[in-house]
Every structure is written in C-alpha cells, then in structure tokens.
Nanobody, 114 residues
C-alpha cells in the first residue's frame, strides 16, 4: 500500500552534482523520519543521511559538507542534493521511511566516474 519511489540517479563525473528524489505514495500519514542509504557493489548497505519531521538532520561523516538532505512534508517527498561527488560515492541509493516500521524504495543507481 505504501510505496517509496526513488529517481534522479545516473552517471556523473567526479566533482559533479546530482539530485535524488524519493516520493511516497499510498500513505495517509507522514513518516517520522526519512533517510537515504547506499550500497556499493560487494559491500553492506550504509547510512548516508536522515531528516525528521522537525527537519532535524544528520549525515554520515563521509558525506558531511557535500550532501544535503531536505524534505517536503506536504508532498511526502525527500531529496538528496549531492555535490562534489567522488568515485567512492558510487552505489545504489535507497530511500527509507519510518513510522512504526521501515519502508524501503527500490533503489536508484549513482555512478561517479573519475
């Protein structure tokens, strides 16, 4: 019933920028928190950024100062603005929403070339 759909992934050169979007559909409530995770090939999924309904944010140290998470509560949408991208940012980026339980999107591929 509740679905999260990511978009905005693609191929970008190192130093470039990309903006990811995640839209929630089929929800009659707002998520207490929304977050972005990523998974590089052969590695475990890792936390990237999180934002609460009060718009408090936190970031992984690896992306702090380069990535910005934001949220449009009226549209149940979360964004991830990624600047100064590095090859190590490459991976599948997943949208996460929390309210009583976790909801996950299907993921969107981000590839950063050197």
């Amino acid at each position: 019933q509740v679905q999260l759909v990511e978009s905005g992934g693609g191929l970008v050169q190192a130093g470039g920028s990309l903006r990811l979007s995640c839209a929630a559909s089929g929800s009659i409530f707002s998520f207490n928190a929304m977050a972005w995770y990523r998974q590089a090939p052969g590695k475990q999924r890792e936390f990237v950024a999180r934002i609460t309904t009060g718009l408090n944010t936190n970031y992984a140290d690896s992306v702090k100062g380069r990535f910005t998470i934001s949220r449009d509560n009226a549209k149940n949408t979360v964004f991830l603005q990624m600047n100064s991208l590095k090859p190590e940012d490459t991976g599948v980026y997943y949208c996460n929403g929390w309210r009583y339980e976790d909801y996950w999107g299907q993921g969107t591929q981000v590839t950063v070339s050197s």
